[in-house]
């Protein structure tokens, strides 16, 4: 129907909503219905992804279960994966990647090739050198950035 470009003015931003409201009560009822129908039957059919809730962790005989929401960062060590919660660390056996497709990405985020990282537990972001950017958690450690600034600033604050 229309697009912006930045920067436009509020009389152009009112023009284009005034364009769409204008093409939407142009169309008749009976040309929507289809429309809304195949949008209902698209978004109930596919049922909402299901993600980790517990993680199972092996310390020696007993088989423990950390909860994904009290992890602070994970880090990838070779074929395993290092949770620390906490004081604590956990060694699991899979990888960062394998872990990372069955963690809800609202919560736990991608933030280099070794490492992703709680939302929850990000106290604040610090420039570094050359572009680059440190992550500063609740309990004072320090992460490095090498994704897109931009993007985590996205993910943080619709998070």
């Not at 698209?42 to 992804?49: D, L, V």
């Not at 309990?139 to 090498?146: D, E, H, K, S």
């Amino acid at each position: 129907l229309d697009y912006l470009l930045k920067p436009f003015t509020q009389a152009r931003f009112r023009e284009a909503v005034q364009r769409a409201r204008d093409s939407i009560k142009s169309r008749t009822p009976q040309a929507l219905t289809p429309e809304l129908l195949d949008y209902l039957r698209k978004t109930q059919a596919e049922p909402p992804r299901q993600y980790l809730a517990r993680i199972p962790v092996r310390t020696g005989e007993r088989l423990a279960f950390v909860k994904a929401a009290q992890i602070d960062y994970l880090e990838a060590a070779g074929n395993y994966v290092v949770l620390h919660v906490g004081k604590e660390n956990h060694v699991v056996r899979e990888t960062l990647t394998a872990l990372e497709a069955e963690l809800d990405p609202r919560k736990i985020i991608r933030i280099s090739r070794s490492a992703m990282v709680n939302m929850d537990q990000i106290k604040e972001m610090q420039p570094l050198f050359k572009g680059e950017h440190a992550l500063i958690l609740h309990n004072g450690v320090q992460l490095t950035m090498t994704r897109g600034v931009r993007e985590i600033q996205e993910l943080l604050r619709f998070s």
